[in-house]
C-alpha cells in the first residue's frame, strides 16, 4: 500500500498545494516514493523517499503549472528539512 509517516504525508500535501498538482501526479509521486524506500530496504516510505521522489517525478509537471515563487516555496522547505540519508 502507498502510504507515507505524518512528515512524508505533509510534504506530499504541501507540494500539492504549491505546485497545483494533479492527482496523477500525487499517485506518481507516491509510486516512485514507494521504489526509492523498496531500494533503500524500508518498509514504509519516509520524507526523505517523497522529498526524492517530488525532486525526480514532478520536475516536468512543474516547468509546465507551477508559478517559480511556488518553486521556490517548496525547495525552502524542502531544504528545512535537512540533509536526508535514505538507510
Known amino acids: ?3 507515507t509517516d ?5 510534504l506530499l500535501k504541501q507540494a500539492m498545494s504549491r505546485l497545483d498538482l494533479s492527482a496523477r501526479a500525487w499517485h506518481r509521486i ?10 533503500a530496504g524500508n518498509s514504509e516510505i519516509r520524507a526523505p523517499h ?3 521522489a517530488i525532486q525526480i517525478g514532478v ?3 512543474v516547468e509546465k503549472r ?6 521556490a ?5 524542502l531544504s528545512a528539512l535537512g540533509p536526508f540519508s535514505i538507510d
Open 50 to 52: 517523497v522529498a526524492e
Open 59 to 61: 520536475s516536468p509537471v
Open 66 to 71: 507551477a508559478a517559480p515563487r511556488g518553486i
Open 73 to 77: 516555496i517548496l525547495l525552502a522547505s
Open 6 to 10: 505524518e512528515a512524508g504525508g505533509a
Open 30 to 39: 507516491l509510486k516512485v516514493a514507494r521504489t526509492i524506500a523498496d531500494l
Open 1 to 3: 500500500l502507498l502510504y
